[in-house]
């Protein structure tokens, strides 16, 4: 299974387990698409948090996730963890499972660490501008030397600012193809700030495993959305469960 790109971090809880991956695991943002070994578990809860939202919930640097699929207990502890794997297998509906969910990592929050304001503000401005809006220039308006903001990002964001300006530009090119009709990709990469086509084309190779064409092809309208809501845009919270 390929795994898009994504700002987002996933938490994952299984309902019934299954041969591949701990009981219950985290996977961290990721700059390119990722080839997901093994099938998924019969019946899981997944959580997808905002990187800075993620940070503040997992208390721990982000950075530590870019390996990829982390051990809940690496994060948790052993004894939190566990405990909040048996009491949402134990519950008797998806919605308590929400519900023991909700608490936990609310609870975390109040105590977990907060991003830097100065991060927090590159964020907005990334996600304001599409991904346009420069580097250097960002560091310079929160006082941070481009290195220090680079740092920072990783640490707090679990990407670099380019790569998150990448993935934002990126998902304004997405949220052009809710329709049936095949776009002008040479006009799609003028308005959404690529060099050229060619650069166009090269980003979506990075970040969906195909091409332009093949991703138009292969995803209807409706699973384009689903695709930008659940692994490009990087969203508060957001709670799944398999079949």
């Given at each position: ?13 299984k ?6 991956r701990?009981?219950?695991?985290v ?5 390119r698409c990722?080839?997901?070994e093994g099938?998924c578990?019969?019946a899981?809860?997944?959580v997808?948090l ?5 940070y ?7 950075s530590?996730?870019?390996a990829?699929?982390?051990?809940l207990?690496?994060?948790f ?21 929400f519900?023991?969910?909700?608490d ?7 105590a977990?660490p907060?991003?830097?304001?100065e991060v927090?503000?590159a964020?907005?401005?990334l996600?304001?501008?599409n991904g346009t809006?420069p ?9 941070w030397?481009?290195k220090?903001?680079i740092?920072m ?9 380019k790569?998150i300006?990448?993935l934002v ?10 329709d049936?009709?095949?776009p002008?990709w040479?006009?799609l ?16 190779r990075?970040f ?11 995803a209807r ?13 990087p969203v508060?919270y957001?709670?799944?469960h398999?079949?």
């Amino acid at each position: 299974m390929v795994r898009p790109a994504t700002a987002s971090v996933s938490l994952i809880v299984k309902i019934r387990d299954s041969a591949h991956r701990p009981p219950a695991f985290v996977n961290g943002g990721h700059g390119r698409c990722v080839i997901i070994e093994g099938a998924c578990a019969p019946a899981y809860l997944e959580v997808r948090l905002a990187p800075l939202g993620a940070y503040t919930m997992l208390g721990i640097p982000l950075s530590e996730l870019s390996a990829g699929i982390v051990d809940l207990r690496e994060v948790f502890g052993g004894e939190d963890s566990e405990r909040l794997l048996e009491q949402v297998r134990a519950a008797p509906t998806w919605d308590l499972r929400f519900r023991l969910m909700d608490d936990h990592l609310l609870r975390r929050a109040q105590a977990g660490p907060h991003a830097a304001p100065e991060v927090a503000f590159a964020w907005q401005r990334l996600l304001a501008s599409n991904g346009t809006a420069p580097i250097k220039a960002i560091a310079a308006e929160v006082g941070w030397s481009h290195k220090h903001l680079i740092t920072m990002c990783k640490q707090q964001v679990g990407l670099t600012p380019k790569t998150i300006a990448r993935l934002v530009r990126f998902n304004r090119l997405l949220s052009c193809l809710n329709d049936s009709t095949m776009p002008s990709w040479r006009q799609l990469a003028a308005e959404c700030g690529y060099a050229d086509q060619a650069h166009l084309a090269r980003d979506f190779r990075e970040f969906t495993g195909t091409t332009p064409g093949g991703f138009f092809d292969d995803a209807r309208p409706a699973d384009r959305v689903h695709d930008i809501q659940d692994h490009l845009v990087p969203v508060a919270y957001q709670g799944t469960h398999g079949p």
